[in-house]
């Protein structure tokens, strides 16, 4: 059974890093994409990225320059790193698995990371 | 980016009735188009993925059409359950987006 459990802090002041972990549970890890997408209350979802299991990354443009994703092979687990936050960046964060085409068929239960001074 | 835009934006609808959603690609996707349900408080879950085919473990009641921009979820007969937003999303290229999602309420 394909399990993703995340964890990670969940409030954070302005210019902090969030930083979030997911393990994978009951599939192989080097055949799948790794992604992180987040979703604002009340709002829609948004892809951060993805990376794979020789830690090549593919980043959304509008993230990019603030986001790090690594992995850690040896226990099946992937990380996301998000610099610089402000309120905006308050969202529920999902780690999920994603196919060669890109379809993210498993997720993890979501974190909810606030920005607030 | 690729805009994914859906409509309607919310939806009222009875138990047993016929249901369909629309998604609409700001340009040519083939048939990478996948379809999202969710309720409140929990991740998405995979409906339907290239535009047509049906996850496994979700009831036959959903289906979904489509090719190059416009594509639609059906529900052929409300259930209780379904009440939720779904979102379509395209994974043609990246990076991948979704639309806006669409809220289907009781009536």
């Known amino acids: 059974q394909v399990q993703l459990q995340q964890w990670g802090a969940g409030l954070l002041k302005p210019s902090e890093t969030v930083s979030l972990t997911c393990a994978v549970y009951?599939?192989?890890?080097?055949?799948?994409?790794w992604s992180w997408i987040r979703q604002p209350p009340g709002k829609g979802l948004e892809w951060i990225g993805e990376i794979n299991h020789s830690g090549s990354t593919n980043y959304n443009p509008s993230l990019k320059s603030r986001v790090t994703m690594s992995l850690d092979t040896s226990k099946n687990q992937f990380s996301l790193n998000l610099s610089s936050v402000t309120a905006a960046d308050t969202a529920v964060y999902y780690c999920a698995r994603g196919d060669p085409s890109m379809i993210q068929d498993y997720w993890g239960q979501g974190t909810l990371v606030t920005v607030s001074s | 980016d690729i805009q994914m835009t859906q409509s309607p934006s919310s939806l009222s609808a009875s138990v047993g009735d016929r249901v369909t959603i629309t998604c609409r690609a700001s340009q040519n996707i083939a048939n990478y188009l996948n379809w999202y349900q969710q309720k409140p408080r929990k991740a998405p879950k995979l409906l339907i993925y290239a535009a047509s085919s049906l996850q496994s473990g979700v009831p036959s009641r959903f289906s979904g059409s489509g090719s190059g921009t416009d594509f639609t979820l059906t529900i052929s007969s409300l259930q209780p359950e379904d009440f939720a937003t779904y979102y379509c999303?395209?994974?043609?290229?990246?990076?991948?987006?979704f639309g806006q999602g669409t809220r289907l309420e009781i009536k």
């Open positions: 009951g599939t192989s890890f080097s055949d799948f994409y």
């Open positions: 999303q395209q994974s043609y290229s990246t990076p991948i987006t």
